[in-house]
């Protein structure tokens, strides 16, 4: 069922024209419209005034392309939901996933993706509350704990990516509400010196790449320095 059928005198053609980021309105030109447009959809998610949806099959137009206007890196924890935190419409986003939303070969060649062939104006580094992945970083720095291949498989992999900022941290800082947003931001920090596309890119001022953290529990989503 297409959720931008006629609702309340209101058209489908009419309501996929009013949505901010929505299929037919217009992309942010500018990072900081791009991050302005965000920061609008994670309001109006917070307040349950989530602009109407449609969930019908794309059509041949939007099948056949994508214009997102920003990526985003975020934790693959099942409570994280970017087009829903910012209340935009499927083809506005490129999500790359992992956990403990670090850069990795997969996340850094995705968003290299889409800043160089897709275009997208803002780059979010996007950590949460309450993540399994950081906490596991925090027990390596903090109680010794380790995570041979032979026992966990690939999972040590992504935690090594985060205890370098866990280590970087006072002793009496190691703790989960410091750490999620000193990774987001670390991880952001190293995405951003990345050369060859991410690097110059931002120098050129054509993209931005930002850290925030998402809040669970009240859906609030914070950009961090």
């Known amino acids: ?27 942010p030109k500018t990072p900081e419209e791009a991050l302005r447009l965000l920061q609008a959809g994670n309001k109006r998610y917070r307040q349950e005034k989530l602009q109407l949806r ?7 137009k939007r099948a056949a ?9 975020t934790c693959a924890d099942s409570r994280i939901s970017p ?8 083809g506005n986003l490129f999500v790359s996933r992992i956990a403990g939303n ?19 104006k803002l780059v979010v580094v996007l950590g949460h509350s ?5 906490k ?26 985060l205890v370098p900022t866990v280590k970087s941290l006072p002793d009496d800082e190691r703790t989960l509400a410091r750490c999620v947003p000193a990774n987001a931001i670390a991880q952001a920090q190293d995405l951003a010196r990345r050369g060859p596309i ?18 669970i529990a009240n859906g609030a989503v914070s950009f961090v320095k």
Do not use: W
């Open 1 to 27: 069922m297409a959720g931008a059928a006629a609702l309340g005198g209101v058209g489908a053609a009419e309501a996929l024209a009013a949505r901010p980021g929505g299929g037919r309105a217009p992309h």
């Open 130 to 134: 309450d993540c399994g992945a950081v």
């Open 198 to 215: 991410v690097a110059p890119a931002i120098a050129a001022g054509a993209i931005q790449v930002v850290a925030g953290v998402y809040n």
């Open 83 to 90: 087009e829903l935190v910012f209340d935009v419409e499927r």
């Open 136 to 161: 596991a970083a925090i027990s390596v720095v903090t109680e010794g704990k380790a995570y041979p291949s032979s026992k966990y498989g690939a999972i040590g992999q992504f935690i090594d990516l």
């Open 54 to 60: 449609d969930y019908s099959p794309v059509g041949e």
């Open 102 to 120: 670090g850069i990795d070969s997969g996340t850094l060649g995705s968003t290299e993706y889409a800043v160089g062939v897709l275009g997208v």
């Open 65 to 73: 392309e994508q214009q997102p206007f920003a990526a985003i890196i």
